[in-house]
């Protein structure tokens, strides 16, 4: 069973920032496609931002300009730097690798994001 564990979500109120993480067995994280997606209540779930091998990034309208992802390939993890929160930005966010040459990946639990004063 592959384990991917994220970690830093929680309260914060609007205009600060959050920094999630995730880490993934290096035997799946190399040259892994990474993504971080969000599901609000009542919402379907949304791609976030993403990253694939080479470095080129993807970010939803909504974050442009406010989220960053990164990724560590010495300790096999993808963070998300969160700038400016918004209220509209509460949601639980996972956290998703999908291994080089694979159509499959894998999801992690879910951590909470809440902006709100």
């Known amino acids: 069973q592959v384990q991917v564990a994220e970690s830093g979500g929680g309260l914060v109120q609007p205009g600060g920032s959050l920094r999630l993480s995730c880490a993934a067995p290096?035997?799946?994280?190399?040259?892994?496609?990474l993504g971080w997606y969000r599901q609000a209540p009542g919402k379907q779930r949304e791609l976030v931002a993403s990253?694939?091998?080479?470095?080129?990034?993807n970010y939803a309208d909504s974050v442009e300009g406010r989220f960053t992802i990164s990724r560590d390939n010495a300790k096999n993890t993808v963070v998300l730097q969160m700038n400016s929160l918004k209220p509209e930005d509460t949601a639980v966010y996972y956290c998703?690798?999908?291994?080089?040459?694979?159509?499959?990946?894998?999801w992690g639990q879910g951590t909470q994001v809440t902006v709100s004063s």
């Open positions: 998703y690798i999908e291994p080089y040459g694979s159509s499959d990946g894998y």
């Open positions: 290096g035997s799946i994280f190399r040259l892994a496609v």
């Open positions: 990253m694939d091998s080479h470095g080129f990034t």
